[in-house]
């Protein structure tokens, strides 16, 4: 039974829309999901796994001699116990190397998340990404969630004329139950060549056995993006694997490495291969951070984990990776995942082919569990002094207001975001009131300080919604997530300090320079559309579109022809025009990007056929949070506003941007976008000179 509440996705704008804000429910108890109550799961029994090093298989000389780390990484399926014993283990899927020949003692293990690879500034690292989603035999394993095949997704079974795109049918389909397509996106990856962004339509299924012969194998843009990667690395990809190099171009940052097929990106990272990716070093590495009291280099919390570090760790750790995502279980253990629309919003169809809704496709899925570097409400002991914190918001759909209010004595100060230091530490503690607003896919790396922090126990609370965020503040605007479930995120044990703390205190911590981005010279007006069910009153999908020059918003498809096309080297401002009920996280691939400001908008909405039109700004633009100066990769697009993002477009090719609730990237709410000219013998390219 679903509680009564009303997705904000389903307020239906209407005229001249003014934001309205959710009016808190009265619901005090946890979401529905599976059949395991999360009340019965008992919180604080496990250490919070910190991920060791990922192995290197090798490293090995570009043509000019400079060394590139390579690894091997496949993608398994195994079990992992995420719930405390004595319950159930959970059947996950994750990354983990395959190879330690150079990091001899480095670890082959897989786990979700998976181990952190360590890079540094401008040297490249090579990955061969092997989907090895098979079981002893050697035969394809189905998905462990069920696969809508009603979405523009992969489409394996619609063979070369069929993939990547949205079939037809005669009758309702059930879920699909063939081989996993996959291929990997490093998330904020800045500089990296297409082949090796992870396009979305660049997948490939496993080298498996019983794959029928009609059966797509890899995605649409695979056999280009392989001749690419031959030109261009000399690397050479086969049956069940594909080898990207990355340029490692990021400002030294917090990035992280997930799936990202099309139309099944939801399914696939819920399933748990998921991993950080930290860039260290160069001009805006740790080591250009100064203490401004003495202008000689500040110390940052640490060590972090090494390679060769053991697992679990015998280590002590003060810069810790933290990914936050919800989940939910049935009482065997097993990740629960809606099965049918239904579970949304109690719809029972008809649906596809016979209405424009999906049948099993959910517009957002909120788990009701909290699950932290893999376990569920873990604890972490830390000793009264400066840790440093690398958060990461990995959830499907839920925005994160995370509460350092139960700690008390907590100073908490956030010095970087997806793209490294911010122009200055913000203190949240003063500013913010002790929290910490995180979107999806959004990192934050924090200098937590526990100094002043009674010996004792404390928990670290979540505020944010358990349902559709829309701004505003929680138990105002919104109720904040049910207190004794997604409401808290993890325990930390607190202890006496066992030396005295020799980090700077983040006051006095001068961030390397922000290099300005350059003036636009193109200022793009983009769309975020809701699109209505033609049949109930609620969504079918969300969209991106544009703006024409009449203030006339238009949506688009994912298979209607790129429409952003910067040219090599331009700076561009992209305006996100929300006309949606819900706040977007949007992401844009290859570069990093600044948050110029935001501004309300107003427009007009025909209660037929949902057209918008009049769209107009109104009021004064509103400077970026404080903890947005700086440069990012995904940045929240509130509704009823603009949101100005400025980035400069410098590597040629085919990327993505799109919403990071997976849910809508998944059905519609992604589009192509292209830097410079359309690449000879790429999928649909028109005949041109080679
Ligand atoms: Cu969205």
Redesign the pocket.
């Known amino acids: 039974m679903l509680r009564s509440r009303t997705p904000r996705s389903l307020i239906v704008l209407t005229a001249v829309v003014t934001l309205a804000l959710a009016v808190p429910g009265a619901w005090a108890a946890p979401i529905p999901g599976g059949t395991l109550d999360p009340l019965d799961v008992p919180k604080y029994q496990t250490p919070l796994l910190i991920p060791p090093v990922m192995p290197r298989a090798d490293v090995i000389p570009d043509p000019g001699g400079k060394p590139i780390d390579y690894y091997e990484i496949s993608v398994k399926q195994f079990p992992q116990q995420i719930l405390p014993a004595p319950l159930p283990a959970t059947t996950v899927w994750g990354y983990g190397a395959v190879s330690n020949s150079f990091d001899r003692n480095g670890l082959l293990l897989h786990n979700a998340p998976s181990l952190t690879i360590e890079a540094d500034w401008k040297r490249p690292v090579r990955v061969k990404w092997i989907n090895d989603l098979k079981d002893a035999n050697g035969k394809y394993l189905p998905h462990l969630l069920a696969v809508d095949p009603t979405l523009h997704w992969a489409n394996p079974p619609g063979g070369t004329a069929g993939r990547d795109t949205r079939p037809t049918f005669t009758e309702t389909p059930g879920p699909y139950t063939g081989p996993v397509p996959m291929v990997v996106h490093v998330h904020g990856a800045v500089g990296v060549g297409d082949e090796s962004d992870g396009y979305a339509e660049a997948w490939y299924l496993p080298a498996a056995d019983e794959i029928p012969d009609e059966y797509a194998k890899v995605g649409t843009w695979y056999d280009f993006f392989a001749a690419k990667a031959a030109a261009n690395f000399g690397v050479t990809w086969g049956p069940g694997f594909a080898t990207f190099q990355y340029p490692n171009l990021n400002r030294a940052s917090t990035v992280w490495y997930h799936d990202h097929t099309l139309g099944m990106t939801r399914l696939n990272v819920y399933a748990g291969p998921a991993g950080f990716y930290l860039i260290r070093g160069g001009p805006a590495g740790d080591d250009a951070v100064l203490d401004s009291r003495t202008a000689v280099p500040a110390v940052l919390p640490g060590p972090a984990p090494k390679v060769n570090d053991k697992f679990p760790p015998n280590k002590t750790y003060y810069e810790i990776p933290i990914a936050i995502q919800d989940r939910s279980f049935d009482s065997d253990g097993s990740l629960f995942y809606p099965v049918t629309r239904e579970f949304f919003d109690e719809f029972t169809g008809p649906f596809i082919p016979f209405t424009n809704v999906s049948p099993i496709w959910n517009p957002e899925f909120f788990g009701n569990m909290i699950m932290v570097n893999g376990n569920t409400w873990p604890f972490q002991t830390v000793e009264q002094r400066r840790y440093r914190f690398r958060f990461l918001n990995g959830c499907n759909s839920r925005f994160l207001i995370l509460d350092f209010n139960d700690i008390p004595g907590v100073e908490v100060w956030q010095v970087g975001n997806e793209g490294g230091f911010l122009a200055a530490p913000v203190n949240l503690t003063a500013t913010n009131d002790n929290r910490l607003l995180m979107g999806l896919a959004e990192r934050a790396d924090m200098i937590v300080d526990f100094t002043n922090v009674p010996v004792g126990s404390y928990v670290l609370g979540n505020v944010g919604p358990d349902e559709p965020f829309g701004g505003g503040v929680p138990g105002v605007d919104f109720e904040p997530s049910d207190p004794d479930s997604t409401g808290q995120v993890m325990q930390f044990r607190v202890i006496p300090a066992v030396a005295p703390d020799p980090t700077t205190p983040p006051q006095f911590m001068a961030l390397p320079a922000i290099a300005p981005l350059p003036e636009p010279v193109t200022t793009r007006k983009l769309a ?1 559309i809701e699109m209505m069910s033609n049949v109930h009153d609620g969504p079918s999908e ?1 969209m991106l579109g544009n703006v024409d020059g009449d203030g006339i918003a238009e949506h688009k498809m994912w298979a209607d022809p790129v429409s952003e096309n910067p040219n090599v080297g331009d700076t561009e401002d992209w305006e996100l025009y929300n006309f ?1 009920a ?5 992401h844009i691939h290859e570069v990093t990007f600044a948050v110029v400001d935001r501004q309300a908008i107003t427009f007009t909405q025909d209660e037929e056929t949902g057209g918008i039109s009049a769209v107009a700004k109104t009021g004064n633009p509103r400077p970026p949070e404080a903890w947005e100066n700086g440069l990012k990769d995904t940045a929240i697009s509130y509704p009823g506003e603009v949101t100005r993002l400025r980035a400069k477009f410098d590597t040629p090719g085919q990327y993505v941007w ?4 997976v ?3 998944d059905n519609e ?1 992604m589009r192509p976008y292209r830097i410079g000219p359309e690449q000879c013998g790429s999928p649909g390219a028109e005949a041109c000179a080679q």
């Open positions: 975020l969300a949606t819900d706040a977007h996280p949007m799109h919403c990071h609730i849910e809508h990237e709410m």
